[in-house]
């Protein structure tokens, strides 16, 4: 079972909606993670927090914002995205920015 | 500049056997770490193992266990008794060259004939 949780599971937006996805820990890490994943594709990372601070943002369109309120919680708000964006949305954590992250479920994405 | 290569797109094997697969990686920094996850069709990214470059032995966890040859700079990972379960993607990642984010392989899909 993961201690990784992120809601929704599904999402299907218009360009101009503003929507945001959700993730939530329960394990303690302190490093947490957006992957933005096509199909039969490896995941592409997109933002990381270590210790609730953005410590890496891979060159994201700023249509995509990360936030991160607490140490458990990771939200990436979403807004004015374009078709190529549909994919799958992972969010992941690890004890420390070095360690074996432990990845969600997902949140499949359609940007009509 | 590190690199995770997965030369094996596609894999077949029948239930209750053995199956490798392949993963070989280029770093020039002598510290690093590789990981496989598998990625069922649901989408969820599962942690499977871990090797440390310093690692003397072999890393195992239960039906896993990671065939690591440094020289060759080779990872291979090994499914022992493969259930119908075991269909999937199957990622290696390696952390390293002073960077803490891992890179991904292109991935290997295997399917498990009963």
């Known amino acids: 079972d993961t201690e990784v949780t992120q809601t929704p599971k599904h999402l299907v937006m218009g360009m101009t909606n503003k929507k945001s996805l959700k993730c939530e820990q329960h394990?303690?890490?302190?490093?947490m993670y957006w992957y933005k994943q096509k199909a039969k594709k490896p995941p592409e990372l997109m933002f990381v927090y270590s210790y609730e601070k953005l410590s890496i943002n891979e060159s994201v369109p700023s249509r995509f914002s990360p936030e991160c309120p607490n140490s458990s919680l990771l939200n990436l708000h979403l807004h004015a995205l374009q078709p190529e964006d549909s994919a799958l949305y992972l969010c992941?954590?690890?004890?420390?920015?070095?360690?074996?992250?432990?990845f969600g479920p997902g949140t499949r994405l359609l940007v009509l | 500049a590190q690199k995770i290569t997965q030369t094996q797109p596609g894999m077949f094997v029948q239930e209750k056997e053995a199956v490798t697969l392949d993963c070989t990686y280029d770093?020039?920094?002598?510290?690093?770490?590789l990981f496989w996850y598998k990625q069922p069709s649901s989408g969820e990214m599962i942690f499977l193992i871990y090797?440390?470059?310093?690692?003397?032995q072999n890393a195992t966890e239960g039906r896993y266990s990671l065939n690591f040859q440094k020289a060759r700079k080779s990872a291979n990972l090994v499914i022992s008794a493969s259930q119908l379960g075991d269909s999937a993607m199957y990622f290696c990642a390696m952390r390293g060259g002073g960077s803490y984010i891992p890179t991904f392989g292109r991935g290997t899909s295997l399917i498990v004939h009963p």
């Open positions: 992941a954590s690890s004890q420390e920015l070095a360690g074996a992250q432990y």
């Open positions: 394990m303690g890490h302190r490093a």
């Open positions: 090797q440390g470059s310093y690692d003397q």
């Open positions: 770093t020039s920094d002598p510290s690093y770490g």
